[in-house]
């Protein structure tokens, strides 16, 4: 293994655990913070720097919007999700990480549009999400 990949790996591993300290101390908001930064460090460890500005934008959007419609809760991502992601990436299974990233990006959208609509009632959705 590549130092970079060990570097790589290290950095991901740390945010897990630093989600889940976060988490298992009742700090919600840095817990919705380092949800948001683990796709932006994904997204940047890929190489994906085409998608770096949009996962950003996508990532401070989804957390203004949680702060707004459910400022009660705290992350609307699992920390299980993630780190399924990066144990697959450990692993070395492509296929595993990308098929548990699109699943869960695909329950992380569901889950916030499901708490827009629920506090967004009466609301033109299209407005909120700026479409």
Sequence with gaps: ????????QAALARACAQRREGVERG???RVVRL???FHVLLTELAGGTEL???VGQLVAKTELYKALFDPSK?????ADEH?????????GDLDVA???MREHLA?????VVEQVRKSAVGEDLGTVFGL
């Design 107 to 111: 329950e992380l959208e569901e889950r």
């Design 74 to 78: 705290g992350s609307t991502c699992s």
């Design 83 to 91: 780190t399924q992601i990066v144990d697959a990436l450990d692993a």
């Design 98 to 100: 990308l098929s548990a």
């Design 27 to 29: 700090r919600r908001r």
């Design 1 to 8: 293994m590549r130092g970079v990949e060990r570097c790589a």
């Design 35 to 37: 949800a948001g930064q």
């Design 52 to 54: 770096l500005g949009l």
